[in-house]
C-alpha cells in the first residue's frame, strides 16, 4: 500500500516539476557557492571564469599553512606581520601582499579582533591598535571577556552559570583549520533549507487533497482500509517523502559543494567565527544543526500542511502556511522582539540558526536553562509528532459527521 | 445476506435527498431508476458509509454498517458516478493501488486486476496512464475497481453512463453473470440497462421509493395501455400535450405516436406491449434517460 503511494507521490505532474527544480536550485547554490569563495593569488591576482571553481580549495591550501594549535605565539606573529605590513604601504595593502601572506592568517586576525573587541569592528583599525602586551595575553582576554559576557547575557544566577559552563567547554588554546567551506555553505544551505521546507509543505499537503481534487475519495473511502490503514499510510507517506526529498536536497547540494570548494576544517571551533557564541561546537556541526533544525522545519511543515488539507478538505490554505512559518514569521518576529518573548521561540528560528547562534537567548523553566535552539528543536518536533494522530482524525472520519457533509 | 433500511433520511438543510426510506435488500440485481435529483446517488453515497444518514439505520445482516466499518466496506464495490481518479498513474497503477486500499494481496491483487481489465476489455491499456483514457474506458476501470475485491455488495452508480452501445450491452451481460451470489444495486436514467437484467426495480422520485418490486409487476400495476398511433405532422403537439408520449418515429406519411392512455387515443390506435421504459415515463411524466439509447 505504501509503495503505490510513494509511487503516487513521484508520479504527480505537480510532484515532478518540484523536484526538478529543487535539483535545479541544488545545483545552482552549490556552484554559487563555490563562486562566492574569493582566493587571492601570491601575485596579487583573483581567479576568475572557471578557474573561480578552485577558489575554495586553494583557499583552504594556503590558510592550512597555520594549521594546528592556535597559539598566542601565533596569534602574537600574525598581528606583527600585519601591522609591519601596514606601516611600510602606508594604508590600503596590495593585493600581492595579501595573497602572499595575510590571506593565509586572515581568520586568525579575525579571531583576535573578535576577542579583543568583543563587539564587530572593523578589523584594520583593531588590529593594528593591538600591543604587544594584548596579544601575548589574548586568551587571558578571552577568558576575562567570556566571564563579563556570561554576566552580560544571563538574567540570572542560573543562566551565568549555563553560560560559564558552556564556555568552559572551549579548549583553549584553540585548533586552526581553514574552514571558508563550510561557513560559506552554512550561508547558501540555511536559504535551501528554507526552499525545501517550503517546497516539502506543499507537496505532503498535495498528498492530502488529491483524493478530493481528482474526486477520487469516494471510492477511497468506500474501500476497506480507506479509513484506517490507508489514511495511515498517506501519513506515512508524506513523513517518508519529506524526509527522502529533504535529505537527498540536502545529500545533493552538499556532495555537489563540497566536493568542489573541499570540506577543510569541520573540526575547527565555530569559536573562530564567533568567539563568545554560547553554541560550543564545531564548524561542521554548526553545519549540521543549521541542517537538522531544516530537517525538523520540515517535518513541521509537513505535519501542519497535511492536518489542514485533512481538515479542510483542500490544500489552498495549507500551501501558505510554510510560507508564513519560516518567512514571514521571521519579520514579524524581529518586529515583535522587543514586545514579547514568545517571538523567541517561533517557527522561523528553526530555518535562520545562522542568526540565533550569534544570539544568546536562554530559556529558562525553575533551575533548568535551556539554550533557544534545543528548546525550539524539541518543541517543534514534538509538535509535528503530536500533530500526526490529528491528521489521522480530521481524514478518515470524512463524511461521517451527522449533520451535512 | 441482507442489506436493510430503516427509515432512512439524508437532508442537506432544507432539502431531503432521501426522505424516510425503509426498505430491505437481499442477492440480485437491483435497479435503482429517478430522474436527475431523485436522491439515488445519495442513497448509494450512505449504503458505501461516505456519508451518514441524518437519520435511521442502514443494517447489514442486522448490525449497523457504520459500526461494522472494515469488515462491512470488505464486502464492497463502488463505483461512484463522480468516478474520480489519480491522473498520473497508469492503468495498472491505479487498479494496484485500489487493490491495496481495499486489502488484497499484491499477488491475488496482481491475478485480479489481469481478469478484471480482461473483462472490461482493457488489456491493452495497461500501462496507459488514466489522464490518457477516454470517459468510457475511465468508467470501465472504475468497474473494474469496483470488482477487485469479489465484493457481496456491488454498488454502481450511473455504470453505463459514458460507454458505447457494444460496452454497454457486454456491461449487462457481465451484471448478469455477476448477480448470482452477490447483491447488485445499479442507478441509471436508462430503463433499458435494468429492463432485462434487475430482478427487482426501485422506482426513486423526491427521496422515497415511489414503487418497488419486479418490473413485470410494475406494467401490470398500470392502468394505462400502451398505443401506435399513426398521426400527420402537424397534429404531433395535440397528442403531445394531451397524453404521455413516449417515442416519436418519423415515418413517410407523419409521425408515429407511443401514447399512453386508458382509452385507445384515436380508432386507428394499435395496442402495443408496455415496457418498463413506458412506466418510467408515466411515472415521472418525462421520457426516460437523456441519452435514449435504444440497443
Ligand atoms: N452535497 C450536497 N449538498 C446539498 N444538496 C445536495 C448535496 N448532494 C445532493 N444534494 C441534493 O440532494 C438531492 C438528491 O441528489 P442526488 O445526487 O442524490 O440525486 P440523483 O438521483 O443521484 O440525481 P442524478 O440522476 O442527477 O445523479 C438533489 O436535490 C441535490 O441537489
Ligand atoms: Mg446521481
Redo the contacts between chains.
Keep these: 500500500?505504501l509503495?503505490?503511494?510513494l509511487?503516487?507521490f513521484f508520479?504527480?505532474?505537480a510532484n515532478r516539476v518540484i523536484l526538478t527544480a529543487l535539483i535545479l536550485i541544488a545545483v545552482v547554490y552549490s556552484l554559487l557557492a563555490a563562486e562566492s569563495m574569493s582566493y587571492t593569488d601570491t601575485d596579487g591576482s583573483h581567479l576568475s571564469g572557471i578557474g573561480k571553481m578552485t577558489a575554495g580549495r586553494r583557499l583552504a591550501a594556503d590558510k592550512n599553512r597555520q594549521k594546528g594549535e592556535l597559539t598566542a605565539e601565533k596569534i602574537s606573529g600574525a598581528v606583527k606581520s600585519y601591522q609591519e605590513l601596514k606601516q611600510q604601504c602606508q594604508g590600503e595593502l596590495p593585493d600581492t601582499e595579501f595573497g602572499k601572506t595575510v590571506q593565509s592568517y586572515w581568520d586568525i586576525l579575525n579571531f583576535t579582533a573578535n576577542v579583543y573587541t568583543v563587539e564587530p569592528a572593523f578589523l584594520p583599525d583593531v588590529i593594528t591598535q593591538l600591543t604587544e602586551e594584548d596579544t601575548e595575553h589574548i586568551y587571558d582576554i578571552y577568558a576575562a571577556n567570556m566571564d563579563k559576557m556570561a554576566e552580560e547575557y544571563a538574567e540570572t544566577p542560573a543562566q551565568e552559570a549555563f553560560i560559564k559552563k558552556q564556555y568552559e567547554k572551549v579548549n583553549i588554546p584553540l585548533d586552526y583549520e581553514a574552514y571558508d567551506s563550510w561557513e560559506t555553505m552554512g550561508m547558501y544551505i540555511q536559504t535551501y533549507v528554507i526552499i525545501l521546507a517550503v517546497a516539502i509543505g506543499f507537496m505532503a499537503a498535495g498528498i492530502f487533497d488529491?483524493?478530493f481534487r481528482?474526486?477520487?475519495?469516494?471510492?477511497?473511502?468506500?474501500?476497506?482500509?480507506?479509513?484506517?490503514?490507508?489514511a495511515r499510510n498517506k501519513i506515512a507517506a508524506g513523513i517518508i517523502t519529506a524526509s527522502i526529498v529533504y535529505w537527498a536536497g540536502i545529500g545533493l547540494m552538499s556532495f555537489i559543494s563540497f566536493g568542489i570548494i573541499g570540506a577543510s576544517g569541520f573540526h575547527t571551533p565555530y569559536q573562530l567565527s564567533d568567539p563568545y557564541s554560547i553554541y560550543v561546537m564545531t564548524q561542521g556541526q554548526y553545519y549540521l544543526l543549521i541542517v537538522l533544525c531544516g530537517y525538523i522545519a520540515s517535518l513541521l511543515s509537513a505535519s501542519v500542511t497535511m492536518l489542514v488539507t485533512a481538515k479542510m478538505r483542500t490544500a489552498k490554505v495549507a500551501v501558505c502556511l510554510p510560507f508564513f512559518m519560516f518567512c514571514v514569521m521571521l519579520f514579524i518576529a524581529r518586529s515583535l522582539s522587543e514586545v514579547t518573548r514568545i517571538v523567541y521561540y517561533t517557527t522561523d528560528v528553526l530555518t535562520n540558526v545562522i542568526q540565533a547562534v550569534k544570539v544568546p537567548i536562554l530559556f529558562q523553566a525553575g533551575d533548568v536553562v535551556i539554550p533557544q535552539l534545543p528548546l525550539v528543536m524539541a518543541l517543534y518536533f514534538a509538535v509535528s509528532v503530536i500533530l500526526l494522530p490529528f491528521i489521522y482524525r480530521s481524514y478518515s472520519r470524512y463524511?461521517?459527521?451527522?449533520?451535512?457533509? | 445476506m441482507e442489506l436493510g433500511f430503516k427509515n432512512v433520511s439524508k437532508n442537506?438543510?432544507e432539502i431531503f435527498a432521501v426522505d424516510d426510506i425503509t426498505y430491505s435488500m437481499e442477492t440480485g440485481v437491483y435497479g435503482l431508476l429517478g430522474v436527475n435529483g431523485a436522491g439515488k446517488t445519495t442513497l448509494m453515497?450512505m449504503l458505501?458509509?461516505?456519508?451518514?444518514p441524518?437519520a435511521g439505520q442502514i443494517t447489514w445482516n442486522g448490525e449497523d454498517i457504520?459500526r461494522l466499518?472494515?469488515s462491512y466496506?470488505?464486502l464492497?464495490g463502488?463505483?461512484?458516478q463522480?468516478?474520480?481518479?489519480?491522473?498520473?498513474?497508469s492503468v495498472s497503477?491505479y487498479m494496484?493501488?485500489?487493490a491495496?486500499?481495499?486489502?488484497i494481496r499484491p499477488g491475488l491483487a496482481k491475478k485480479r486486476m489481469k481478469e478484471l481489465l480482461e473483462m472490461v476489455g482493457l488489456s491493452k491499456y495497461q500501462n496507459r496512464k488514466m489522464k490518457a483514457l477516454s470517459g468510457g474506458m475511465a468508467r470501465r476501470v472504475?468497474i473494474a475497481?469496483a470488482m477487485l475485491?469479489n465484493p457481496k455488495i456491488l454498488v454502481l452508480d450511473e455504470p453505463t453512463a459514458g460507454l458505447d452501445p457494444s460496452e454497454r450491452i457486454r456491461f449487462r451481460n457481465l451484471i448478469s453473470g455477476l448477480a448470482e451470489e452477490r447483491l447488485v444495486l445499479l442507478s441509471t436514467h436508462i430503463v433499458s440497462d435494468v429492463e432485462f437484467i434487475a430482478e427487482q426495480i426501485l422506482l426513486m422520485k423526491d427521496g422515497k421509493f415511489y414503487y418497488t418490486g419486479t418490473s413485470e409487476g410494475l406494467i401490470a400495476s398500470m392502468e394505462e395501455d400502451v398505443w401506435l398511433l399513426t398521426v400527420p405532422r402537424q397534429k404531433v403537439n395535440q397528442y403531445l400535450q394531451k397524453y404521455p408520449v413516449g417515442n416519436v418515429k418519423h415515418v413517410p406519411d407523419g409521425a408515429e405516436l407511443r401514447i399512453l392512455s386508458k382509452t385507445p387515443p384515436a380508432k386507428n390506435a394499435v395496442r402495443a406491449d408496455t415496457t418498463l421504459e413506458d412506466a418510467f415515463l408515466l411515472y415521472f411524466g418525462q421520457k426516460a434517460g437523456d441519452e435514449n439509447v435504444e440497443v
Excluded: W
Aim: aromatic residues 16%.
Design positions: 500500500m509503495k503505490y503511494e509511487k503516487k508520479a504527480k505532474t488529491e483524493e481528482n474526486h477520487a475519495e469516494q471510492v477511497f473511502f468506500a474501500a476497506k482500509y480507506g479509513r484506517s490503514k490507508a463524511g461521517l459527521a451527522k449533520s451535512g457533509k | 442537506y438543510g453515497k458505501c458509509t461516505v456519508t451518514r441524518t457504520f466499518g472494515e466496506r470488505d464492497l463502488y463505483l461512484p463522480d468516478f474520480g481518479y489519480y491522473p498520473s498513474l497503477d494496484m493501488y485500489i491495496s486500499i481495499k486489502g472504475g475497481q475485491n
